[in-house]
């Protein structure tokens, strides 16, 4: 079984940031208390992996499947920690359900 290196999602989730907003991390950095969570997939391949990253200092979230970045989402809402906490998050293409509001 191969899990994902944290430590290289960390660097690519913190490089993301930065180029999504770099003023706001420039000024304040990003927080050193970021939250992982791993656990297999959902869509039945249980050797792959999916891994989210909450960063709630800045209020991003980000999700990778194996070592690869799926998404980044700022103020998840409900529906993302819905999921996040069945270990079923949506695929990229499917992220917007996200930053719905209900």
């Given at each position: 079984m191969h899990f994902p290196c944290l430590i290289d999602i960390e660097k690519e989730f913190k490089s993301e940031l930065y180029k999504r907003n770099y003023k706001f991390f420039q000024e304040k950095g990003i927080n050193p208390s970021l939250y992982f969570y791993l656990f297999p997939n959902g869509w039945g391949n249980?050797?792959?992996y999916t891994t989210v990253i909450i960063d709630d200092y800045s209020?991003?979230?980000g999700v990778f499947?194996?070592?690869?970045?799926?998404?980044?989402?700022k103020d998840p809402?409900?529906?993302?920690?819905?999921?996040l906490y069945k270990h079923k998050m949506k695929c990229a293409s499917q992220s917007e359900i996200y930053k719905?509001?209900?």
């Open positions: 249980t050797t792959l209020s991003y979230c499947f194996n070592s690869k970045l799926a998404y980044i989402i809402n409900e529906i993302f920690y819905e999921d719905e509001r209900r």
